[in-house]
């Protein structure tokens, strides 16, 4: 799949989850995902929740439209974007360097 493709109008984005971290960012590429650093802990959901609001800032989206569709319980997740704006998810992307 790589980081990221289109299904329509949806964005799949590869993630990999660094919870616990200093502060809240989208980092590089690592391999075929895009690094998010999150402060929140993997424990009841709150780093996939951590995760959902910090994408839906990055895009522009409400939360509501950003399911994680593989790795729930994993660092490594696929996350489904409905709708987002290309121009928006290209300008993220591209600052996105290999870490």
Do not use: F, Y
């Amino acid at each position: 799949m790589g980081a990221w493709r289109w299904e329509g109008e949806d964005l799949l984005l590869a993630v990999r989850v660094q919870p616990r971290a200093t502060r809240e960012r989208i980092g590089g590429l690592r391999g075929e995902a895009v690094t998010v650093h999150l402060t929140a802990p993997p424990v009841e959901g709150a780093a996939n929740a951590a995760l959902r609001k910090l994408l839906a800032e990055a895009l522009d989206v409400a939360p509501g439209r950003i399911r994680i569709v593989r790795g729930e319980h994993s660092r490594e997740k696929t996350v489904r974007v409905t709708g987002p704006s290309r121009a928006r998810v290209e300008a993220l992307l591209a600052g996105c360097a290999p870490e």
